[in-house]
């Protein structure tokens, strides 16, 4: 048997961009980059890591679906909003197995979508898994199948993998999904998700009223919910949307003169990124002193590299309602509307390319900050819980005092006290005490102002009182310390209480305990200069790879290595490949060429309609010919007058030389012909709307999933 892969001599380079879209709810970006190999270049998804023990096995996938999402969970912060997993339904959505259940029953089997939006547990173990914005998960039960988005700290990018054979009984297959597929909607090569007001969602009343009349319990997840939920989803995903940006600055922005530079310009990048996320403020990042050493060699790098910007792509699409024109409730509609309402108009349509969401310029400091605002988003809020434990731990850091003058008075309750405190330099702090039968037990910081910077409000706890009028307070804000916009540590509020004699005073003890942190960055640059580490590197930033030594400099144990995430069982593709023992006969190679990437595999979504052998492939090209032509014509349409989506879709590489080539022509002469033995007029099919066409049915599939493929 000649094995005649995707990757295969018969097909192009070219067609390792795609021709239709994977069947991922998350919704789109302008493509920036090449699809890549469908198996990870390094490393794994963080979908095979979280569900492998130490990397020595196949990912074993809990069933049923509401036990993955418990397993999941278990990495999440449970008092988070949703418990820190956001999950809608979506009966009537985009992905390609929209109609798997057939669109009659789309709202009795509706695809979830899942997505980790919360932090880890504050009691994380350092080095845990770290979800947020990085794990996206969809299921339908009638396809028997997960589709999972999750990200590769080693390669640097989101990977697609397809879990086959979810279903009770039987044993999960997972597999890395056909990347060039994927990216036809995922054009920022990451998730998607569509624009507010997320119709197609159980957020939407009517969407939810049509849900609930099923009486169904839905795997027994808590799906009724407001706009929040997909709101958490979506912004989730613009977040993750800037870490392949992120990835590009980190690797080329500072790329200086000698190499020795480029590693202090990463290390100094740090520094500024875990300054910011400790409480360091964005202008106090690249200050005026770091112009000459840091500042201007990186804009000048910037615009070495993209001398017209980096365009930042745009991760969603419009808004879809698919009851347009229904009043809400007012009845359901039959099978044949409920078609037709599945169907994705080209407005709608993730495939359609869409322009870059914004330009970084690169042309002042501002966007260097926006860099470190996102380079800081690789690290945990728990790991910088951690990192800021350890260094308010060091003992006799320097320290300084800032004394301001209060007035005091008690409210006409008698059950607080006001204090309204100004120093020199803008210093300001306005706070409330309370009292309780005459003590003090707490209160706190309405507003603190620090050189003219807002710290903001502060609560504070009952007090030590070391004497009859003055009064201790420890600051903290959501359990980690509050500091000023230089990076240093508000440790604590001391009052003094008004007397006869003189005003009431504040005393702030703040704490230069950051030093600790630059010298554990100074040493993991050192240690890559001379070899024996590649954190900072000309790789991607790995946020385990710079953890571990971090950690271990600043004493906080248990000290992670990225050696525990080095694996052992090799990754796998989630298709099989095209099997033929000869090769294409004249008729079929121009399918083969154009198509052979997407619908040469055993798969109803999207429909393989070159699997089998001639016959077979000749059969259902003839199933399949009116939709097929109605697509291929797309590409003869002017663009404003099309009514779907070309084939193959605008992000596949080929495409625009597709409209020119000999193959087109070919191809629709075939499909006519077809049409024209049957009886039919090729012209007629023009005139109808595509979703009143035959599906494109593929007998024969070795797949769980039925329905009506388009």
């Known amino acids: 048997m000649l094995r005649t892969a995707p990757r295969s001599a018969l097909l192009t380079p070219a067609l390792r961009w795609v021709l239709s879209c994977v069947a991922f709810?998350?919704?789109?970006?302008?493509?920036?980059?090449?699809?890549?190999?469908?198996?990870?270049?390094?490393?794994?998804?963080?979908?095979?890591?979280?569900?492998?023990?130490?990397?020595?096995?196949?990912?074993?996938?809990?069933?049923?679906?509401?036990?993955?999402?418990?397993?999941?969970?278990?990495?999440?912060?449970?008092?988070?909003?949703?418990?820190?997993?956001?999950?809608?339904?979506?009966?009537?959505?985009?992905?390609?197995?929209?109609?798997?259940?057939?669109?009659?029953?789309?709202?009795?089997?509706?695809?979830?979508?899942?997505?980790?939006?919360g932090s880890p547990p504050r009691d994380a173990a350092p080095g845990h898994p770290y979800l947020k914005d990085r794990l996206y998960i969809a299921y339908h039960e009638k396809a028997a199948a997960l589709e999972v988005i999750s990200y590769n700290d080693e390669a640097a990018r989101f990977e697609f993998q397809l879990v086959r054979n979810y279903r009770a009984g039987a044993t999960a297959e997972v597999g890395y999904a056909n990347r060039s597929l994927c990216l036809s909607c995922h054009q920022n090569a990451?998730?998607?998700?569509?624009?507010?007001?997320?119709?197609?969602?159980?957020?939407?009343?009517?969407?939810?009223?049509?849900?609930?009349?099923?009486?169904?319990?839905?795997?027994?997840?808590?799906?009724?919910?407001?706009?929040?939920?997909?709101?958490?989803?979506?912004?989730?995903?613009?977040?993750?949307?800037?870490?392949?940006?992120?990835?590009?600055?980190?690797?080329?922005?500072?790329?200086?003169?000698?190499?020795?530079?480029?590693?202090?310009?990463?290390?100094?990048?740090?520094?500024?990124?875990?300054?910011?996320?400790?409480?360091?403020?964005?202008?106090?990042?690249?200050?005026?002193?770091?112009?000459?050493?840091?500042?201007?060699?990186?804009?000048?790098?910037?615009?070495?590299?993209?001398?017209?910007?980096?365009?930042?792509?745009?991760?969603?699409?419009?808004?879809?309602?698919?009851?347009?024109?229904?009043?809400?409730?007012?009845?359901?509609?039959?099978?044949?509307?409920?078609?037709?309402?599945?169907?994705?108009?080209?407005?709608?349509?993730?495939?359609?390319?869409?322009?870059?969401?914004?330009?970084?310029?690169?042309?002042?400091?501002?966007?260097?900050?926006?860099?470190?605002?996102?380079?800081?988003?690789?690290?945990?809020?728990?790991?910088?819980?951690?990192?800021?434990?350890a260094l308010t731990s060091v003992r006799d850091p320097a320290s300084r005092n800032t004394s301001l003058i209060c007035s005091e008075r008690e409210s006409t309750s008698h059950n607080r006290i006001d204090l309204d405190c100004h120093g020199d330099h803008g210093h300001l702090l306005l706070a409330r005490l309370n009292l309780q039968a005459g003590e003090i037990s707490g209160g706190s910081i309405d507003r603190l102002q620090l050189d003219e910077s807002n710290i903001g409000a502060v609560g504070i706890g009952t007090p030590h009182q070391s004497a009859s009028n003055t009064l201790h307070f420890a600051l903290k804000r959501d359990g980690s310390s509050v500091r000023t916009p230089a990076g240093d540590t508000i440790r604590s509020l001391t009052v003094t209480r008004a007397t006869e004699s003189r005003p009431a005073l504040a005393s702030l003890e703040i704490v230069a305990d950051l030093p600790p942190l630059d010298l554990a960055i100074d040493a993991i640059a050192a240690s890559t200069l001379n070899g024996t580490s590649d954190a900072l590197g000309d790789g991607p930033l790995r946020r385990i790879a710079?953890?571990?030594?971090?950690?271990?400099?600043?004493?906080?144990?248990?000290?992670?290595?990225?050696?525990?995430?080095?694996?052992?069982?090799?990754?796998?593709?989630?298709?099989?490949?095209?099997?033929?023992?000869?090769?294409?006969?004249?008729?079929?190679?121009p399918f083969a060429r154009q198509c052979g990437q997407c619908?040469?595999?055993?798969?109803?979504?999207?429909?393989?309609?070159?699997?089998?052998?001639?016959?077979?492939?000749?059969?259902?090209?003839?199933?399949?010919?009116?939709?097929?032509?109605?697509?291929?014509?797309?590409?003869?349409?002017?663009?404003?007058?099309?009514?779907?989506?070309?084939?193959?879709?605008?992000?596949?590489?080929?495409?625009p030389a597709f409209a020119h080539s000999a193959d087109l022509p070919a191809m629709l002469g075939q499909l006519g012909a077809l049409l024209k033995a049957r009886g039919s007029n090729p012209d007629a099919v023009m005139s109808r709307a595509y979703a009143t066409l035959p599906p494109c049915r593929v007998r024969n599939m070795n797949e769980a999933a039925q329905g009506d493929p388009s």
């Not at 919704?27 to 270049?41: D, F, R």
């Not at 790098?301 to 698919?322: K, L, S, Y």
């Not at 055993?602 to 016959?615: C, E, H, M, V, Y």
């Open 25 to 117: 709810i998350f919704i789109g970006a302008a493509a920036a980059e090449p699809a890549g190999e469908t198996l990870p270049p390094k490393g794994r998804a963080l979908f095979d890591r979280l569900l492998s023990s130490q990397g020595d096995g196949d990912p074993k996938v809990p069933y049923p679906f509401a036990r993955l999402l418990q397993r999941i969970s278990f990495e999440l912060d449970d008092s988070a909003p949703s418990g820190g997993l956001s999950v809608v339904l979506i009966p009537l959505g985009r992905s390609l197995q929209r109609h798997a259940a057939g669109d009659a029953e789309a709202f009795r089997y509706p695809r979830v979508v899942a997505a980790a939006t």
């Open 190 to 389: 990451g998730p998607i998700f569509s624009r507010q007001s997320w119709d197609e969602t159980s957020a939407n009343p009517d969407i939810s009223a049509r849900l609930a009349a099923t009486g169904l319990s839905y795997y027994g997840l808590n799906w009724r919910s407001g706009v929040d939920v997909p709101d958490a989803i979506d912004s989730a995903v613009r977040r993750a949307n800037l870490l392949a940006t992120a990835q590009q600055l980190w690797q080329r922005v500072c790329v200086s003169t000698t190499h020795e530079a480029t590693i202090r310009c990463r290390a100094t990048a740090l520094k500024q990124a875990l300054r910011y996320r400790l409480g360091a403020s964005l202008p106090a990042v690249f200050g005026p002193g770091t112009d000459q050493s840091l500042t201007n060699p990186m804009l000048a790098a910037w615009h070495t590299h993209w001398p017209e910007g980096i365009p930042i792509p745009d991760p969603q699409v419009p808004n879809r309602q698919p009851f347009a024109g229904v009043p809400p409730g007012e009845r359901t509609p039959d099978k044949a509307e409920l078609y037709r309402y599945a169907d994705i108009g080209i407005a709608f349509d993730p495939m359609v390319l869409r322009a870059p969401l914004e330009i970084w310029h690169g042309h002042d400091v501002a966007d260097l900050r926006r860099f470190v605002q996102v380079l800081s988003m690789f690290f945990s809020r728990t790991d910088i819980l951690q990192i800021d434990h």
């Open 546 to 589: 710079i953890l571990a030594p971090l950690f271990e400099h600043l004493g906080i144990r248990p000290a992670i290595s990225p050696e525990q995430h080095t694996e052992r069982s090799p990754a796998r593709v989630a298709e099989v490949g095209l099997l033929r023992s000869t090769g294409w006969p004249a008729d079929l190679q």
């Open 599 to 655: 619908h040469a595999d055993a798969t109803a979504f999207p429909p393989g309609f070159l699997r089998g052998d001639d016959s077979q492939v000749r059969s259902t090209l003839d199933t399949c010919a009116e939709r097929m032509l109605y697509r291929l014509t797309m590409n003869l349409t002017p663009t404003t007058a099309r009514t779907k989506t070309p084939m193959p879709p605008p992000a596949a590489a080929h495409a």
